[in-house]
């Protein structure tokens, strides 16, 4: 098998409110095909996967004459089953990552640990509750579905910044490169890099 076939996966989630398939392959060179019904969701899921290099294709129909939500936190767990297939046991990486990313007045940092451990800390504040029509407070809803079932710790922080689209882009862009460099392989990592032996 090779490399890139052992850090892809593909997830198929139906539930009575959403119907979501996800592609992902961790060693691609970031080309996307995101159509989740939701357009800020395609414009944050692109960016995500162009600055993680990672190949994403997502389809998702949802219940958006309710609301965003069910679609956005599905999207998350979704996502997040993606990661966890694609890195198996997790055993070979890098296993850290961070980032900061500055868009325009705005300066966002993520750092991430895939440790099987699923915690988030979620320290952004965007004054705007809406941008166009998605509820701005959704993005903490995905982070919160991703990092469940992703298996990993994640803290988000905005240092500075105005605009809530320039932050919520900045978080997005923060997060792709930091899963980018922890889900890495490093050559002297056999295993899982823990000294207890295992994650």
């Known amino acids: 098998m090779s490399?890139?076939?052992?850090?892809?996966?593909?997830?198929?989630?139906?539930?009575?409110?959403?119907?979501?398939?996800v592609n992902l392959n961790l060693d691609g060179e970031g080309q996307a095909r995101v159509h989740t019904g939701v357009g800020f969701m395609d414009h944050m899921l692109t960016l995500f996967a162009v600055h993680g290099l990672f190949n994403l294709e997502i389809t998702a129909t949802g219940d958006v004459e309710v609301d965003?939500?069910?679609?956005?936190?599905d999207l998350g767990i979704s996502l997040g089953m993606a990661f966890a297939q694609a890195l198996g046991d997790k055993g070979g990486i890098c296993r850290y990552g961070h980032a900061y990313v500055p868009m325009d007045e705005t300066l966002v940092r993520v750092c991430v640990d895939c440790s099987n451990r699923p915690f988030l800390h979620y320290g952004v504040s965007v004054s705007e509750p809406k941008l166009g029509t998605f509820d701005t407070?959704?993005?903490?809803?995905?982070?919160?579905?991703?990092?469940?079932?992703?298996?990993?710790?994640?803290?988000?922080?905005?240092l500075h910044g105005e605009n809530g689209h320039h932050i919520l882009?900045?978080?997005f862009k923060a997060l792709a490169r930091a899963?980018?460099?922890?889900?890495?392989?490093?050559?002297?990592?056999?295993?899982?890099?823990?000294?207890?032996?295992?994650l």
């Open 3 to 21: 490399q890139s076939n052992m850090r892809s996966s593909s997830v198929a989630r139906t539930t009575k409110e959403t119907d979501i398939t």
């Open 68 to 73: 965003d939500h069910h679609t956005v936190e």
């Open 137 to 158: 407070p959704l993005v903490k809803e995905f982070l919160r579905a991703f990092v469940l079932h992703a298996g990993v710790t994640l803290h988000v922080d905005l």
């Open 169 to 171: 882009e900045a978080v």
């Open 179 to 198: 899963m980018a460099i922890a889900v890495a392989t490093h050559d002297k990592v056999t295993g899982q890099l823990s000294s207890k032996g295992v």
